[in-house]
């Protein structure tokens, strides 16, 4: 079972108690923003508002996927199913074979219920909300993705880029050149001089946009297709020669312009503050605007955790990490990141066979396509839960050597990082560490490898039988 | 003082008193289009009352300084070359 749209999505959230339906008027200017930042750091309900200020007809829904619950939901699965669970499904359909999407015709599309071109495609006619107090515009596009073609291959690429409104028919982002969207443009049409054309779809179905936002390889139509269990219907854009979900709420057709750029940021940020330098950036400029009726746009809040950016990359990140030491023979049980560690932490668990597996764990994964996103890998032995927190923190600082366990790299980075200074932000710089927290293997193991003492390992197994047979009959509660 | 127009600045030396500069301001009026940008040619000052419309400075991570600034707005500017327009 996959919803088609969000208004399918709307309805499973509300069903599970996961929506909050908001009827009085809501300020695009702030208060939509306040609410949902508050959902977030409470991981609560996804509002639903249903009055906006200014925009009579449209609509928000807010902190659509912020948490664990909700990507449950998504997916079809009991919303109360655990991360592992969540994860061996989510696995599951992505490595069935690739599902292509279908085009479908215009009659049958909801996002052509209403079409605005040239001068009528005003920007400023659709709700984009003032998100924090203090960023450097409206940003229409928080939750939502860009529809970008090769010039050279045709390969269609989703990517989730952030754009703020600059004025009516200008909208400004970093495209960052290490992203799929950024290598074309940055490689290909900018130094030919040409536009690329472009479509930002707002208000994606949950799994387009889960999709959008996920680093992997496969063109993320395809990726949809896969989570779905049914191909993804398209249909051709207004004005460029793009496709995109019939079913989306808003779409904003036009051109990326190759020779100019123009003020974007400041902007409330995933990892908990505003960080990247307010700069010259990308310039998208609009052709059309079309939108199915009563449009609902899509609001994510970064910042302090766990807003969807945090949990959806953390998730997705992980798992193509896994996939990715996995196929390179790698025995690892696993790679896990906490949401709140603004998917900067990974944590991977393997069994370490040979000397310096953690090192060529961090090799291959800060070397990778994942690697400008995040910083610190802790890599834990096969004993140890990697989702388990109290484990992971307890391995950190008991098996970690401080001179011989740290180890620093250089690597690719982004403007994001609040530990950076300015400059550092501006060149992207990507300083990295590895945390070794496995015993040396050459340790002989009878008298030099610490034993853990927990119940479960230094007590024989018939004493341990005995007191959890006689558990609440000493007077505990059971748990 | 009613606040016309926000400018983005990295400090207060990037505002020099009634010189020409170039601005990219956002619209503060109330309605569906504030914050749209607008590109100009301006004199501004620190002086809330020297020109007639009101400027509110903000930092580079968006904070607010405290004191407003005034100005006058000498022309528009297009920074979207004409063949994108
Ligand atoms: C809410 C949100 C906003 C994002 N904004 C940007 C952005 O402005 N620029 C960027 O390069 N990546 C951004 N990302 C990260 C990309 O979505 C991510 O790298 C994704 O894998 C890009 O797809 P790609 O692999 O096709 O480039 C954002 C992610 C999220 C969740
Ligand atoms: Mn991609």
């Keep these: ?479 | 003082m009613m606040l016309h127009y926000d400018v983005f600045v990295n400090s207060l030396a990037d505002l020099p008193e009634d010189k020409e500069l170039q601005l990219a301001l956002r619209d503060l009026t109330p309605g569906k289009y504030k914050y749209c940008y607008k590109n100009v040619k301006a004199l501004v000052s620190p002086d809330p009352k020297k020109y007639e419309q009101g400027l509110q400075v903000r930092f580079g991570r968006g904070q607010i300084h405290p004191a407003p600034y005034s100005i006058k707005v000498l022309e528009q500017v297009e920074r979207i070359p004409e063949r994108w327009r």
């Excluded at chain 1, 699965?77 to 085009?103: C, F, G, H, M």
């Excluded at chain 1, 291959?153 to 799929?180: A, E, H, I």
């Excluded at chain 1, 950036?281 to 009726?293: G, L």
């Design chain 1, 1 to 479: 079972m996959a919803f088609k749209d969000n208004r399918e999505y709307i309805k499973a959230l509300d069903a599970a108690g996961e929506l909050v339906t908001i009827n009085q008027e809501v300020d695009w200017d702030l208060e939509a923003g306040a609410i949902v930042r508050k959902v977030c750091e409470e991981q609560g309900p996804s509002p639903l508002m249903n009055r906006i200020k200014d925009y009579p007809g449209h609509r928000y829904l807010g902190a659509p996927i912020s948490t664990y619950k909700k990507l449950a939901i998504c997916l079809g699965l009991d919303p109360n199913s655990s991360i592992p669970q969540i994860a061996t499904e989510y696995l599951k359909r992505t490595n069935r074979p690739p599902v292509k999407p279908v085009l479908v015709d215009k009659k049958q599309a909801p996002c052509k219920e209403n079409i605005l071109l040239g001068k009528d495609a005003d920007l400023f006619m659709l709700p984009a909300p003032m998100v924090h107090d203090g960023d450097g515009g409206r940003y229409l596009a928080t939750w939502h993705f860009v529809v970008t073609k090769d010039p050279d291959n045709g390969d269609v690429n989703w990517g989730m880029y952030r754009q703020m409104c600059y004025d009516s028919y200008t909208m400004t982002g970093p495209l960052l050149p290490f992203s799929d969207g950024g290598k074309v443009f940055h490689g290909k049409y900018k130094p030919r001089g040409l536009p690329m054309p472009f479509a930002t779809v707002i208000g994606p179905d949950p799994l387009s946009a889960i999709a959008a936002c996920a680093p992997s390889p496969i063109p993320e139509s395809d990726y949809t297709g896969m989570l779905m269990g049914k191909p993804v219907e398209l249909v051709k854009c207004e004005t460029v020669d793009l496709e995109v979900p019939a079913h989306a709420e808003i779409v904003i057709e036009g051109e990326i312009l190759p020779d100019v750029s123009l003020e974007e940021a400041p902007f409330g940020e995933y990892t908990g503050y505003r960080t990247s330098p307010r700069d010259l950036r990308t310039c998208y400029r609009v052709k059309a605007i079309t939108f199915r009726n009563d449009p609902i746009t899509t609001i994510s809040n970064m910042g302090v955790p766990t807003d969807e950016g945090q949990l959806l990359r953390s998730f997705s990140l992980c798992l193509e990490m896994d996939a990715l030491l996995r196929s390179q023979g790698i025995p690892i049980t696993g790679a896990f990141m906490w949401p709140e560690s603004t998917h900067h932490l990974v944590v991977i668990g393997v069994k370490p066979i040979y000397s310096n597996i953690a090192a060529q764990i961090a090799q291959l994964v800060f070397g990778s396509k994942l690697g400008p996103w995040f910083h610190m890998v802790v890599v834990v032995d096969d004993q140890t839960d990697i989702y388990n927190y109290n484990e992971v923190i307890h391995a950190l600082t008991t098996k970690c050597h401080p001179q011989k366990g740290i180890h620093i790299y250089e690597g690719a980075g982004t403007p994001l990082y609040p530990f950076l200074s300015y400059e550092e932000r501006l060149k992207m710089a990507g300083p990295k560490v590895v945390f070794d927290c496995t015993f040396p293997i050459d340790w002989d193991p009878l008298s030099e490898v610490p034993r853990l003492v927990s119940f479960k390992t230094v007590y024989p197994k018939e004493i341990q039988d005995k007191v959890l047979a006689n558990w609440e009959k000493y007077g505990f509660k059971a748990r």
